[in-house]
Every structure is written in C-alpha cells, then in structure tokens.
C-alpha cells in the first residue's frame, strides 16, 4: 500500500513504536552504504532503484528496504544505521513542528527549506527531488476530462459553476478534514454538496478508484494519493492545484553527510533518475507493482536500463 499524508502523521506522532535497532559496526571506508525505505511499494521501488544505481557505479551496497514507517526509518538514518534512502519532502513539515509554514505548500521552498534545515540540525543531505508530487488529490475518469476539459482543480471549479456532472468517492476523513477537501474547496472556490459525494468507510484509495472507474452510483471522480499505482491502470486523471492546497510531498534522496563526503558523486548518480520520476512515470511504475503483481527489482531495474543508468 502507497504511504500517505494520514498515515505520515499518526506514524510520526508514533514514537514509542521506535524499534531498537542494533549497534553500527565500525566506520571503515569500505563499509556497504546501507539503503533503507519504509515499508510501502513505492518506499522499496524507490530504495531499490537507488541500491541497483549505486551498484552500477561499483559501490558496494545493502539493501535494509521496507525497513518499517516514517519514525522508525527517520531514525535509523539519524542514528547511522541507514545511510540513504527516499524521504518526501512535505515530511519537514512534521519533522521540525513546523506544519504551519505556508513553504510546505510550494515545492521549491518546502525542498529548500527541508534541505537546509536538515543539514544545519542534523548534517543529513537532501538530493534532488522528483517532480512527482504524492499527495492528497482529486482524480478523474478520463472521458470526463477529455470532454469537459479538465486539467487542473480551477478547471474543476469553473466545471462546477456551470452545473457540470461530477460526484466524488472518497472516505470521510477526507471529506471533513480540514486540510483536505476543505482545502480544496476554500483555494479554489467550489462546494460540493452532499448528492455529488459519496462517502465511504475508511481510507484505501483503491476502493475510491475503483468505484470511478466502475461508475459506482453515479461516480466519476475519486479521492487518490498522486502516485497511486492503479491510477493509470484504471484510466484516471490527476487534476493538477497550481494554487498550493496540500503540502507537498515529493520523493527524494536524503543521505547521510558522512557518505555524501566519501561519494562526492553521489548526487550527480541520482539526478538522472530523479529527473524522471514525474508523476505519470511513478503512477506507471507503482502499477506495475501492485495492479500486474511485478516484482519492486525487476521494474526498477528495466527502468534503470530505459534510461541508460546501468551502462
């Protein structure tokens, strides 16, 4: 299951479930650069890619991937255990009490800001993020979108106002949160009324899409995570919050500074890869994962060799 925003919080408000993690074992240069990830698909496609990258360079790497959630992985890299794996930028926003700065919502400022703060705190290195932005989000039914020309939540809006048919699935705590739908309604200007909701029991995505792409009751649009692997399998469109709604969330290289200094070209090796996650590719990426049942290493390593990165 792709992580989300929710399931962030409550896990880094979870510290007590910290796991006790064993002692480092030296810190001779030729020790394996130790790769972690959380314990969702993308985590490990992530962590997997970056492992099978370094490998290709000639460093020699272990893979610690689904190693658990947010505080668990946080910490191992902090205390050494890990040296690298994938962080979304918008968690800065929890890991410095920090939820009310408007930079979050913005992905050049909410990636500046965790880039400098972890590295004067915590001398951790922030590489390049992707363009791809998990987050909350509103997708559609394609045919709708064609037909009414639907990119972006302003193009929804002006859908609305003309008394255009759309009816969203989506669970109530997205509904009534205040940073999500909410949210959306208050940047953009639009209400939906109860007949153009349906309200379904907890919080999987994967029953919101699937009652959009079956027209359960009328549905044509679904609560999502922006990078959800059956987006693209189920024929969906993301519309895009050009004002900012949610925070940012998108995937990124975060390394210890001690490694980052014994591989100076650390960040040179991941940009590539980086540079071509946007959120088409890593819908795609993630589906074949979890909609055709692929293993995490064989799709990155034919991705890897799409571009060119394994020589």
């Known amino acids: 299951m792709l992580r989300t925003p929710v399931k962030r919080r409550t896990a880094l408000a979870s510290a007590a479930t910290l796991l006790l993690l064993c002692p480092q074992g030296g810190q001779a240069q030729d020790r394996p650069v130790v790769i972690g990830s959380k314990l969702d698909t993308e985590g490990a496609l992530l962590g997997e890619m970056m492992a099978r990258l370094l490998e290709a360079k000639g460093v020699k790497v272990e893979r ?10 946080r910490q ?7 040296d690298l794996y994938p962080e979304y930028t918008g968690n800065g926003a929890f890991f ?25 705190r915590n001398n951790l290195i922030w590489l390049q993020p992707a363009s791809a932005n998990n987050t909350w989000a509103i997708a559609v039914r394609r045919d709708l979108a064609e037909k009414a020309k639907l990119r972006t939540l302003e193009d929804l809006a002006r859908h609305l106002a003309s008394g255009g048919s759309f009816k969203l699935a989506a669970s109530a705590e997205f509904v009534e949160s205040p940073a999500a739908l909410p949210a959306f309604q208050k940047a953009y200007g639009f209400t939906l009324a109860p007949e153009r909701l349906l309200v379904l029991a907890g919080g999987d995505t994967a029953v919101t899409m699937r009652a959009a792409a079956e027209q359960l009751n009328g549905v044509n649009a679904a609560m999502v995570y922006g990078t959800d692997g059956a987006i693209s399998a189920l024929d969906l469109v993301v519309l895009e919050d050009p004002k900012g709604a949610q925070v940012v969330y998108q995937p990124a290289p975060v390394v210890r500074k001690a490694v980052a200094e014994r591989l100076p070209q650390i960040d040179e090796w991941m940009r590539p890869l980086f540079a071509s996650l946007t959120l088409e590719t890593l819908q795609k990426l993630n589906g074949r994962i979890v909609v055709e049942g692929q293993p995490a290493r064989q799709v990155a390593e034919a991705h890897l060799r799409g571009l060119g990165l394994l020589g």
């Open 64 to 73: 610690r991937l689904q190693l658990g959630p947010t505080p668990i992985v």
């Open 76 to 82: 191992a890299l902090l205390s050494g255990e890990i």
């Open 96 to 120: 410095f009490q920090m939820e009310d700065d408007p930079a979050w919502h913005d992905p050049a400022k909410a990636a500046e800001k965790v880039r400098a703060l972890d590295a004067e």
